[in-house]
């Protein structure tokens, strides 16, 4: 696509003091573009956040056929405007598109129109630190019809919120309990997608875990229900002596950007580290001889959260002493302190939008 984005009717509302949670607020704006077989993507513009109208029999309500994603702008250093990695956001939405038989967009393109949508309704973004605008865009099969096949037709639309952190409990260690009934995706299938499906099916076993106090859940592998995949919303590292260590990506686990930032800064500060199988196992017998340092999640919107117990087959071991570790703290406010422009990038990863 070449053509500029259209932004229609409405103005930004000045923004007084805002009560923050999570994803409960929205701003006075989306973006909106159409495909449709044989014209491709087109119609894109940024008008007033209103409802959609959806024919009953609309695909995505009957063969789920979605993808979303999940990214963040900041106002930064010097009252900038930053985003965080959003071209890699864009290129994991269109793995997710290629692995649901959905249509890709264009990188480049929709960046620009993020950018003009965030500068429209650049009031709604937190000057807190630690808070943000979550911005998700989303993809959904548009056409009426009862039937199992791919659609030929998908509206792509952005929506944000501004937020407040993640967790009520903010950064501190979280409790996570291991699933042993319940998987969340086997080879083959959905699990590096990132799409509404596979958080559905988190839900009964999330449940589960929040009604014994745990925040989270953790899931093993669907084949042998041995080896360690995510938890819950993130990736999850795991540091055994000097190592760090994850999960490698074999196609049943997201991709996360937060993790894939951590590897390359693991790297980049000359630490130890791998992606390999690691069997729950491991990580109880490691807590309990000391050799497990440090555990925590990781994901855009969390950045990091350490966690200080882990609870299987009915036996809770507690993580390192307890708290937070220092190298979760240390990755925590690098990402955070980048994220806002605080710092110097190496990487390229952040972009200042507002100039």
């Not at 789920?64 to 990214?71: I, T």
């Not at 590096?192 to 988190?202: C, F, P, V």
């Amino acid at each position: 696509m070449t053509q500029d984005v259209i932004r229609v009717e409405g103005q930004p509302v000045p923004r007084g003091d805002m009560q923050l949670g999570f994803g409960k607020e929205f701003t006075d704006h989306m973006l909106t573009m159409w495909y449709h077989e044989g014209r491709g993507w087109h119609d894109a513009r940024i008008e007033p956040y209103h409802n959609f109208e959806m024919n009953p029999a609309c695909m995505v309500l009957h063969y789920g056929q979605e993808a979303f994603e999940g990214l963040k702008a900041y106002r930064g250093k010097d009252e900038g405007i930053y985003l965080f990695r959003h071209r890699d956001n864009f290129a994991r939405l269109n793995a997710s598109c290629e692995r649901l038989v959905m249509p890709q967009v264009d990188i480049e393109y929709v960046s620009r129109a993020l950018k003009q949508l965030v500068l429209l309704d650049q009031e709604w973004i937190p000057r807190t630190e630690g808070c943000s605008l979550y911005i998700r865009p989303n993809i959904i099969a548009m056409d009426p019809f009862l039937g199992v096949r791919p659609s030929q037709s998908y509206l792509f639309y952005i929506i944000m919120s501004p937020v407040a952190a993640y967790y009520p409990e903010g950064f501190n260690p979280v409790k996570i309990f291991v699933s042993e009934k319940y998987v969340r995706a086997v080879p083959g299938g959905v699990g590096s997608a990132k799409t509404a499906g596979n958080y559905a099916a988190s839900l009964k076993a999330q449940r589960e875990a929040a009604s014994k106090g745990y925040t989270q859940v953790l899931w093993l592998d669907a084949v042998e229900r041995r080896f360690v995949e995510e938890v819950g919303t993130m990736n999850i590292f795991f540091l055994f002596d000097d190592e760090l260590c994850t999960s490698p990506l074999t196609g049943s686990l997201l991709p996360g950007i937060t993790r894939d930032s951590v590897l390359k800064l693991a790297d980049h500060w000359g630490l130890k580290y791998a992606e390999r199988k690691i069997a729950i196992d491991e990580v109880m017998e490691g807590a309990e001889s000391g050799r497990l340092k440090e555990c925590f999640g990781t994901g855009t919107a969390a950045i990091i959260s350490p966690v200080k117990a882990i609870s299987y087959k009915g036996k809770e071991v507690v993580v390192g002493n307890g708290g937070t570790g220092p190298l979760a703290e240390r990755l925590y406010n690098h990402i955070l302190h980048l994220q806002y422009g605080k710092i110097e990038d190496p990487f390229g990863w952040v972009e200042r939008i507002d100039r």
